[in-house]
């Protein structure tokens, strides 16, 4: 292996099967054991060329450094940007967590929890490891306030109502996670209060009750007012005309965490960011339009359901 750096282990051991690899002139097996003055052919290979990872971009470095908005011995709050993922895989080379160890490469850093990458927010990382494991306690046993502020297409029926359905998760073939109710799922618990009215939406604060995957985002799709601008589980019409008004992303934003930790009282806080704010700017003006073209697609849904 040592000879043969960046040559997949499934290529080594068919070349061990086909016996190219001799060892005094016999054919080696797999469990073969070389002793001193032994001599070993091994048939060239073409070995692939380690690429050297590039690191950060300066300028996303900077946009999470810039961001936070709270830091203790114990913990470091960010206001996560919209587009950044909480860490790095599947396609994504650098996460905040990667981000924010590039700009504090002599400091002790770990992720607590996730954000989608597309939600903004509220993101909690700890400094130490009593701050980690007491944190993901408090999370785990539901005592860890979480609120988000999201917008939902249409009007719910009142202004205030919980969502109390059991989700399942699933992975798709191309390696995407899908979530739906289900009753074999797992018990998931979230409460809606009105915030706003805009025509054609309502924004509206969710509080979590439990932390599945896609909770927020799969209960209001399952209430039949999916999140404005939401790829996966939203309304693909009413996206299409919220994004000709501004909306580029998922409308959801984690607006605030507080907890309790060895006796000390913890809260953070982010407001809206300018790109929401933004889009309510213009949907409160120009928004009756969307309206009559939300009222006009539920009208012919139920005509085409008698």
């Given at each position: 292996?040592?000879l043969?750096?960046g ?10 099967r ?7 002139g ?18 060239p290979?073409?070995t692939a ?6 690191g950060?971009a ?9 961001a936070v908005?709270f830091e203790?011995?114990?913990f470091?709050?960010?206001d996560k940007?919209?587009g ?33 990458r597309?939600?903004?927010g509220?993101?909690?990382f700890?400094?130490t ?7 993901q ?10 609120q ?5 297409v ?8 919980d969502?109390?359905?059991?989700l399942i ?14 009753d074999?799922?797992?018990p ?21 009750g439990?932390g599945r995957t896609h909770?927020?985002r799969?209960?209001?799709a399952?209430?039949?007012h999916?999140?404005?601008?939401d790829p ?6 009413m ?6 008004l ?7 934003h ?10 000390r ?8 960011p ?10 409160a003006?120009?928004?009756k ?10 009208e012919?849904?139920r005509?085409?359901?008698?």
């Amino acid at each position: 292996m040592t000879l043969l750096k960046g040559v997949p282990k499934s290529m080594i051991y068919r070349i061990l099967r086909t016996g190219q690899v001799r060892v005094n002139g016999k054919r080696a097996k797999p469990d073969t054991r070389l002793a001193e003055g032994d001599m070993l052919r091994i048939p060239p290979v073409r070995t692939a060329e380690r690429v050297a990872e590039k690191g950060p971009a300066p300028a996303m470095v900077a946009s999470v450094a810039d961001a936070v908005i709270f830091e203790d011995k114990h913990f470091l709050a960010i206001d996560k940007p919209a587009g950044i993922a909480s860490h790095g895989g599947s396609g994504v080379s650098h996460g905040a967590i990667e981000l924010l160890r590039a700009a504090r490469p002599t400091e002790h850093l770990e992720l607590v929890h996730r954000l989608d990458r597309d939600t903004s927010g509220v993101l909690v990382f700890a400094k130490t490891r009593a701050g980690l494991i007491g944190l993901q306690a408090e999370i785990r046993a539901s005592t860890v306030i979480k609120q988000y502020l999201c917008l939902m297409v249409g009007h719910p029926s009142k202004a205030k109502f919980d969502v109390n359905a059991p989700l399942i998760k699933s992975v798709l073939q191309g390696g995407e996670r899908m979530v739906r109710v289900a009753d074999n799922g797992k018990p998931s618990l979230t409460f809606f209060r009105e915030m706003e009215q805009y025509p054609a939406a309502r924004l509206m604060q969710a509080t979590l009750g439990t932390g599945r995957t896609h909770q927020i985002r799969v209960h209001a799709a399952h209430v039949g007012h999916p999140l404005a601008g939401d790829p996966k589980y939203g309304d693909k019409e009413m996206n299409k005309k919220f994004k000709d008004l501004g909306l580029n992303r998922l409308f959801l934003h984690a607006a605030h965490m507080s907890f309790e930790l060895d006796g000390r009282s913890y809260s953070f806080s982010a407001p809206l960011p300018d790109d929401l704010k933004d889009f309510l700017d213009v949907l409160a003006v120009k928004g009756k339009r969307i309206r009559r073209v939300q009222e006009y697609l539920q009208e012919k849904a139920r005509t085409d359901s008698k």
